[in-house]
């Protein structure tokens, strides 16, 4: 039964990562292409987990956990650039 | 007995995951301006990720107790998306993105900035120009 529900969230979470590269690729403003950027690496987290899941090993929780810090304070200072034209004034 | 009804939760937390994050997706894809487009990723996508990562947590606990270590993702996740869809928010307006008409709301940051009067109009009151 998890073999089946792995499979298909791995689709799922894929068709989803294929449809932000879309998005980010095709996006006609700034701020659309920072949301799909930011979108990708949440998607990329789960996809993460669900290696470990497959490989039946708990230790790629770690990556995860630094993508998911790193996606956070790169979307901000992305952010914060966009406002201000400056990251740290 | 108890096996199944767990490995039925880790199922349906997985196809659960899957599917939300796949609709947050594409409503980035297919809404139409950047107004709309930003209740996709920052509400659904969130959730999606945290019950995938609710569902890994219940797979690697049932051998050796339980293991909060993921729960710390899915905490970060919370707290951190919609501070990030803010920030996302912000820039747009100061970009003067513009709203597609059935976007609903008229912020102050997108209305243009006229002038308040022209050249050919007197200025009123006693002002010392001319």
């Known amino acids: 039964m998890i073999d089946t529900a792995l499979w298909i969230a791995l689709a799922l979470f894929c068709a989803a990562i294929v449809l932000n590269f879309y998005r980010a690729l095709v996006g006609p403003s700034l701020p659309d292409r920072v949301l799909a950027v930011d ?12 290696f470990g899941i497959w490989v039946n090993n708990k230790d790629y929780f770690e990556a995860a956990l630094l993508i998911a810090m ?14 201000r034209g400056d990251i740290i004034e | 007995m ?3 009804i767990i490995e039925g939760a880790i199922a349906f937390m997985l196809i659960a995951g899957g599917a939300f994050a796949f609709i947050g997706s594409l409503g980035l894809t297919h809404l139409k301006d950047f107004y709309m487009r930003l209740h996709g990723p920052s509400k659904t996508t969130t959730l999606g990720v945290g019950c995938t990562l609710i569902g890994s947590l219940i797979y690697f606990s049932r051998e050796d107790g339980p293991i909060i270590q ?11 998306a919609p501070v990030s869809a803010h920030m996302l928010a912000k820039s747009a307006l100061h970009h ?3 709203p597609d008409p059935r976007t609903r709301g008229n ?6 900035e006229k002038p308040k ?3 050919e109009e007197a200025p009123q009151g006693d002002s010392p120009l001319p």
């Open chain 2, 70 to 80: 993921e729960l710390l993702i899915t905490i970060f996740a919370f707290i951190t």
């Open chain 1, 70 to 83: 790193l996606g956070f304070v790169s979307t901000i200072a992305i952010c914060k650039y966009l406002l």
């Open chain 2, 2 to 4: 108890l096996d199944t």
């Open chain 1, 39 to 50: 979108t990708m690496y949440m998607n990329s987290i789960a996809l993460i987990v669900l």
């Open chain 2, 107 to 112: 912020p102050v940051e997108l209305e243009s």
């Open chain 2, 96 to 98: 003067k993105l513009k």
């Open chain 2, 117 to 119: 009067h022209t050249v």
